[in-house]
């Protein structure tokens, strides 16, 4: 096993301590966070469990902050400036945008045949 050394202010020093033989698995818990802040899963997951109508689901837009976080990853991205933390945000975004197109298809499809 490794051995690390880091220098930490004195109250967070005695926290640390507190904690005993459970430091090395909240650092790996702390590594394991998903890609975006909670609060963005939470805004999608809440519209979805709306049960939102079709053509809601076809509205349904991101908020300004995440098109600002998500104009930023992709400049910094055409710069060739992102960190490795960045391009997972970035992949995750993606990956959501993914999922929203197909949910947005599917309504499109919906709401034509009952048009």
Avoid at 3 to 16: A, G, H, K, M, N
Avoid at 23 to 44: N, T
Avoid at 83 to 112: C, D, F, M, P, V
Wanted: glycine share 2%; no cysteine; proline share 5%.
């Amino acid at each position: 096993m490794a051995q690390i050394t880091i220098t930490v202010p004195d109250e967070l020093s005695e926290q640390l301590q507190q904690l005993g033989d459970r430091l090395p698995e909240l650092l790996q818990l702390s590594l394991q966070q998903p890609a975006l802040p909670a609060h963005i899963y939470h805004y999608i997951l809440t519209f979805l469990a709306s049960n939102p109508t079709s053509e809601e689901i076809v509205n349904f837009r991101p908020t300004a902050e995440m098109q600002e976080r998500l104009q930023t990853l992709i400049s910094r991205s055409h710069a060739g400036m992102l960190t490795t933390a960045e391009q997972a945000e970035l992949n995750e975004y993606e990956r959501i945008e993914h999922l929203i197109i197909l949910l947005k298809s599917g309504s499109l499809a919906y709401l034509s045949a009952s048009a």
